[in-house]
């Protein structure tokens, strides 16, 4: 069983960041990408960040955050990161980390139906 464990969700005021991590226990880290997707009201969950499995981290984000978000990972410590900086009203959700079905690289790390396993979700607030 694949549990998933979102923190450092918040309040903010606009312009601000935030850190996101999500710990993974379970299942073997090493070897699979990590997404984040976010859900805010009335909208369907969306794709945000994802992570690949190797040491240098090939990265893709939605083009609404490129620029000022970064994802990265720790595999020593199971976890993966999202960094947010100058945040927008627009981005207050719930993100969630996400877990793949599959390891190594012939699955689409963007696409929410890849994943099987789902942390909790963890609200970011963003005023203005």
């Known amino acids: 069983q694949v549990q998933l464990v979102e923190s450092g969700g918040g309040l903010v005021q606009a312009g601000g960041s935030l850190r996101l991590s999500c710990a993974v226990s379970?299942?073997?880290?090493?070897?699979?990408?990590m997404g984040w997707f976010r859900q805010a009201p009335g909208q369907e969950r969306e794709f945000v960040a994802a992570i690949n499995s190797w040491s240098g981290g090939n990265t893709y984000y939605a083009e609404s955050v490129k620029g000022r978000f970064s994802i990265s990972r720790d595999n020593a410590k199971n976890t993966v990161y999202l960094q947010m900086n100058t945040l927008k009203p627009g981005d207050t959700a719930v993100y969630y980390c996400?877990?793949?079905?599959?390891?190594?690289?012939?699955?689409?790390?963007?696409?929410?139906?890849?994943?099987?396993?789902w942390g909790q979700g963890t609200q970011v607030t963003v005023s203005s």
């Open positions: 379970g299942r073997s880290f090493s070897s699979y990408g």
């Open positions: 996400a877990f793949p079905r599959a390891p190594g690289w012939r699955i689409d790390l963007t696409d929410r139906k890849t994943y099987d396993y």
